[in-house]
């Protein structure tokens, strides 16, 4: 079946550092990839999205580009803050199955 | 305009008991979905609705169930609890059909004793 496999976390950075958070997936459709963020007690806000091969979605400073060649969906943001540690989701749907398949997730934390 | 509205927020059952949780979507949002989110699972999909009907559903037993409203509200159901059913319940709307984004509610955090 289609699954998201995330890089372990906690990932820990300091303020202006720049963040990588890998993502690939397995799909058997085309699916659509999507990065969503998740504070402290709340749900989860979509930081950004792409829905086909070669598309960039951007967001706040954040990047990532689907890469079909190497199934990936690598979210990237230049000189992160503190404001960004969160947990951050990378997720998939594919036409037809009304579902999300999300990653376990990747806690980042932003030292001042 | 208003987000996806979930009530309660949280909640204390006992093991046995059952529970339901509510969620508004969106105006104008026809499909509503839930998901589980446990630290040990993550986020795992329970079901989908798109006016009134289910059109998919996770790998959940049947004491997960839910339904959807003419108005596209929708609630979910757990029955006889387990402690295992402790986690964050998350609603999520979308406007049209599938591709498009969903958007969360804050969720209902149950806790089961």
């Known amino acids: 079946g289609d699954s998201v496999t995330q890089m372990e976390g906690p990932v820990t950075l300091s303020e202006e550092a720049f963040l990588t958070i890998n993502c690939t997936y397995t799909a058997t459709g085309y699916p659509s990839l999507f990065w969503y963020v998740q504070y402290p007690g709340e749900g989860l806000q979509l930081l950004l999205k792409?829905?086909?091969?070669?598309d960039k979605g951007s967001n706040k400073g954040f990047e990532a580009t689907y890469r079909k060649e190497t199934t990936s969906f690598h979210l990237e943001k230049g000189s992160v803050q503190v404001s960004d540690s969160a947990v951050y989701f990378c997720a998939l749907t594919t036409s037809g199955t009304y579902k999300y398949i999300f990653g376990t997730g990747t806690r980042l934390k932003v030292l001042a | 305009k208003a987000g996806v509205t979930q009530t309660p927020r949280y909640l204390i059952k006992t093991r046995g008991q059952q529970v339901t949780l509510s969620c508004s979507p969106i105006s104008g949002h026809r499909s509503v979905s839930w998901y589980q989110q446990t630290p040990g699972q993550g986020l795992q999909f329970l079901f989908e609705?798109?006016?009134?009907?289910?059109?998919n559903k996770g790998n959940f037993p049947g004491r997960f169930s839910g339904r959807q409203f003419s108005n596209s509200r929708s609630e979910m159901n757990v029955s006889t609890l387990e402690l295992g059913d402790s986690a964050l319940y998350l609603c999520?709307?979308?406007?049209?059909?599938?591709?498009?984004?969903?958007?969360f509610g804050e969720g209902s955090w149950l806790t089961v004793v």
């Open positions: 609705y798109f006016s009134e009907t289910q059109r």
């Open positions: 999520a709307s979308r406007q049209g059909d599938s591709g498009n984004t969903i958007y």
């Open positions: 792409a829905t086909k091969a070669d």
